[in-house]
Structure formats: structure tokens, C-alpha cells
């Protein structure tokens, strides 16, 4: 059974950093690209980073570039997203999630989703 | 990068049919033909519902059927029940190679 969990949200104050971790099993994971999405309180989705099965191939979305950084080991079956300079608009559910389909390292689709971990940036 | 444009509701009564747009651009909907969609319950994770515009992922229902039109996608949602209730969300791979969701749409059942 694949499975996606997440971990390393808390409150931090703005300016501050956090390290989102994201542990994943029943799949191999080294051979899929991988994703972060976030959900602010009451909002919508949001695309935030993908990073190839080799690393090769990152992407980020223009809101958090520069600022977040994802990251992989695939021998410890770990995705990573560290996030700089945090700002209260980084308030959200951060979800891991496995691509489907990806091109040249970015996702067409994502099938499988961890149950997120929450992020709050407030003084 | 901005957000596909959906609307914010969507209702039915049971038994019924019902569908959801989700409009882009030449730079994302319209441009390939890897239009997903989620299905989110609130305080859960999405779920992948249809996937390369008009594919089923395993295990869920053929009720729920993906199209594509120029710049605008749709889901549609056959003999609609209770369960599918939920909130839902259109994306698409972008020609900047990223991934943009849409707006999102309120689904309710009468």
C-alpha cells in the first residue's frame, strides 16, 4: 500500500525557516517524481515545487521561488521541503504527493497525496 | 502562473447529471492533454478522479467522466449521489513546466 506521511509543520514566526519532511513507502519511490502542495485555511490548492525521480529536473512555483527549496534521498524513501523567509501567506496544509505522469521531470498528474501536515507562520 | 477558472458552485439532485468547467489557457488546458481532477472531502487529501483529461485511475467510478474543448475542460458527474458531495479541483502540466490547479468548485446535493 503506498503510503505518503508528512511531518515538520508548526508555528514559526515570519522571517523564520522550517524542514517539511515527507516519508513515503510501498512504492519505489526512486523511480517517481514527487511533489509539494499547500492549502491555505479555506482556500484552494496550490502547486508549490516537483522534483524529478533523479533530482535532475526541479520546478517551482513563482510565489515561493527563492525561498523554498525541495529536496530528495531517495535511499531513505524521503522527499523535503526546505522553506526560508516565511511570510504569514505560507499559512496552509502542506501535502506530499506522488507524480502519475510527468515530462521531462515535471507532473502531469498526482495519484497519491499524504494527509498533510500544517504550517503557520504568525508572530 | 494563474489559477484554471472553475465555478464556485455546483448543485443537483440525486440521480441527476451535473458538470463542471474548468477554463485555461493555450499555455496549460488547451496546450496538452494533461487534465487531471481531484475530488476533496473537507479536512482530507484531494483524490485523483480522472487524470490525462479522460483516463480513470483504479478503483474509481466511471460516473465521473473528464472532456476537453479548446481551453476548457469538464467533469462530469452521472447519476449523482449523495456521497459525491465534496469539494473539486481541475488541474493541468503547464507549458513552463509546472502544475496549476483551478479555483475549485462546491459541489452539493439537493
Known amino acids: 500500500e503506498v503510503q505518503l506521511v508528512e511531518s515538520g509543520g508548526g508555528l514559526v514566526k515570519p522571517g523564520g525557516s522550517l524542514r517539511l519532511s515527507c516519508a513515503a513507502s510501498?512504492?519505489?519511490?526512486?523511480?517517481?517524481?514527487m511533489n509539494w502542495v499547500r492549502q491555505a485555511p479555506g482556500k484552494g490548492l496550490e502547486w508549490i515545487s516537483s522534483?524529478?525521480?533523479?533530482?535532475?529536473?526541479?520546478y517551482y512555483a513563482d510565489s515561493v521561488k527563492g525561498r523554498f527549496t525541495i529536496s530528495r534521498d531517495s535511499p531513505k524513501n524521503s522527499l523535503y521541503l526546505q522553506m526560508n523567509s516565511l511570510r504569514a501567506e505560507d499559512t496552509a496544509v502542506y501535502y506530499c504527493?506522488?507524480?502519475?505522469?510527468?515530462?521531462?521531470?515535471?507532473?502531469?498528474?498526482?495519484?497519491?497525496w499524504g494527509q498533510g501536515t500544517l504550517v503557520t507562520v504568525s508572530s | 502562473q494563474s489559477a484554471l477558472t472553475q465555478p464556485a458552485s455546483v448543485s443537483g439532485s440525486p440521480g441527476q447529471s451535473i458538470t463542471i468547467s474548468c477554463t485555461g489557457t493555450?499555455?496549460?488546458?488547451?496546450?496538452?492533454?494533461?487534465v487531471s481532477w481531484y475530488q476533496q472531502y473537507p479536512g482530507k487529501a484531494p483524490k485523483l478522479m480522472v487524470y490525462?483529461?479522460?483516463k480513470w485511475p483504479s478503483g474509481v467510478s466511471n460516473r465521473f467522466s473528464g472532456s476537453k474543448s479548446g481551453n476548457t475542460a469538464s467533469l462530469t458527474i452521472s447519476g449523482l449521489q449523495a456521497e459525491d458531495e465534496a469539494d473539486y479541483y481541475c488541474?493541468?502540466?503547464?507549458?513552463?513546466?509546472?502544475?496549476?490547479f483551478g479555483t475549485g468548485t462546491k459541489v452539493t446535493v439537493l
Open positions: 488541474s493541468s502540466y503547464t507549458s513552463s513546466s509546472t502544475y496549476v
Open positions: 490525462d483529461v479522460n
Open positions: 493555450s499555455s496549460d488546458v488547451g496546450g496538452y492533454n494533461y
Open positions: 510501498g512504492f519505489t519511490f526512486s523511480t517517481y517524481s
Open positions: 522534483i524529478s525521480s533523479s533530482s535532475t529536473y526541479i
Open positions: 504527493a506522488r507524480a502519475q505522469g510527468s515530462i521531462v521531470g515535471a507532473s502531469t498528474s498526482l495519484d497519491y
